[in-house]
């Protein structure tokens, strides 16, 4: 069984500029998740959508994070503009449903912001 | 809310030693408790969960207990290798809820 898929692995930018993240989730995983961690801490989650729509947002910086999940599937991350303390790898994850199930992660993307 | 604290690391032990990293939670009814592991550059992987109070979990030689009496789910692996150098993290997720709660991750070096 593939697991969740990530892209791109690693990306630099320079602050103000933008950046997009992919997650391809699990096949059949209702539910996908987005996790921000910064080195030598634990994730935290942004973004928690059940099928298509948001279960919770409300740790994400909407003045510059946005994510959506149109069609229930493949999902993406945006950072518009960009700042140094976006250093972090985001974490995609997902789980068959949201209680009580083991969420499944990606590798992450990497992303440095100079 | 709920919650979950790790102990604080960096832990350094010699290869074939005994291993703990403590957990406890906070949380309202029976929610899962979880083991994720993250190895140098690489996302998080399940290491082990349990889902009710006296289950224990175990994968790879590691084992956790669910302790209800005492809100713990500490990690154990009686002999480390170098090749469990990670960082691991202990989570949880309420049955009724919908999220998971992770604690601060506790760095492990295994040396030679």
């Known amino acids: 069984e593939a697991g969740v898929a990530q892209s791109p692995r690693y990306k630099i930018i320079e602050k103000r500029q933008s950046v997009a993240f992919w997650c391809n989730p699990i096949s059949g995983h209702a539910t996908l998740y987005w996790y921000q961690q910064i080195l030598g801490q634990g994730p935290k989650l942004l973004i928690q959508?059940?099928?298509?729509?948001?279960?919770?947002d409300s740790q994400l910086p909407k003045d510059r994070f946005s994510a959506e999940r149109l069609k229930g599937v493949d999902s993406t991350l945006k950072i518009q503009p960009a700042k140094l303390e976006d250093s972090a790898v985001y974490l995609c994850a997902s789980s068959l449903a949201p209680s009580g199930n083991t969420i499944y992660f990606g590798e992450g993307s990497w992303l440095t912001v100079v | 809310g709920d919650s979950v604290t790790q102990m604080e690391g960096p832990v350094t032990l010699s290869e074939e030693a005994f291993l703990t990293i403590n957990c406890t939670y906070t949380a309202t009814g029976y929610p899962s408790l979880f083991w994720y592991v993250q190895y140098p550059g690489e996302g998080l992987q399940l290491l082990l969960k349990?889902?009710?109070?006296?289950d224990k979990g175990s994968n790879k030689g590691f084992e956790a207990t669910y302790r209800k009496e005492t809100t713990s789910f500490h990690l154990e692996k009686g002999s480390v290798q170098v090749s469990d150098s990670a960082v691991y993290f202990c989570a949880l997720t309420p049955n009724t809820g919908n999220q998971f709660y992770f604690g601060t991750g506790t760095s492990l070096t295994v040396i030679p």
């Open positions: 349990a889902t009710k109070a006296d």
């Open positions: 959508f059940q099928n298509n729509g948001v279960v919770d």
